[in-house]
């Protein structure tokens, strides 16, 4: 898996993949009491969280500082590849907190480089 230049690990998984439905619908009633209905076609906006779930897609404390540096840029479009190929164009999703999420495999007061993180990355299409 890739997100630009950062390699990810490929047990990293899209745990919202099927949660996103790309029809918009609203519905109201009229005066006479008979349903109005609206419905549209959602371009983009799908949101991609990706995560390891504790069990998988353990990164290196590197990958978290490149990812958090990344994370920085505003408006930053960026095109994230699947091990199956498929590929997206996105930006950080900040809509409900931190893009990067990452807590360490095991508590080390100072950690290195090579340690071991848990990873969530928040995306939206674009």
Do not use: C
């Not at 006479?32 to 799908?46: K, P, S």
């Not at 990706?50 to 897609?57: D, F, I, M, T, Y």
């Not at 199956?84 to 950690?111: C, H, K, M, T, W």
């Not at 480089?113 to 674009?126: A, G, I, P, R």
């Amino acid at each position: 898996m890739q997100l630009d230049t950062i390699s990810l690990p490929d047990d990293l998984l899209w745990i919202n993949e099927f949660e996103w439905n790309p029809v918009q619908q609203s519905t109201d009633r009229s005066l006479t009491g008979a349903l109005l209905v609206q419905e549209g076609q959602l371009i983009n906006g799908r949101p991609i969280v990706l995560s390891g779930n504790g069990e998988a897609g353990w990164v290196s404390r590197l990958t978290v500082k490149n990812l958090f540096a990344l994370s920085k840029a505003a408006n930053k479009t960026m095109t994230l590849t699947l091990p199956d190929n498929r590929q997206f164009s996105v930006i950080f999703d900040r809509s409900n907190g931190a893009p990067v999420e990452a807590q360490q495999v095991l508590p080390f007061a100072y950690p290195e480089d090579d340690y071991q993180y848990l990873l969530t990355l928040h995306f939206l299409t674009v």
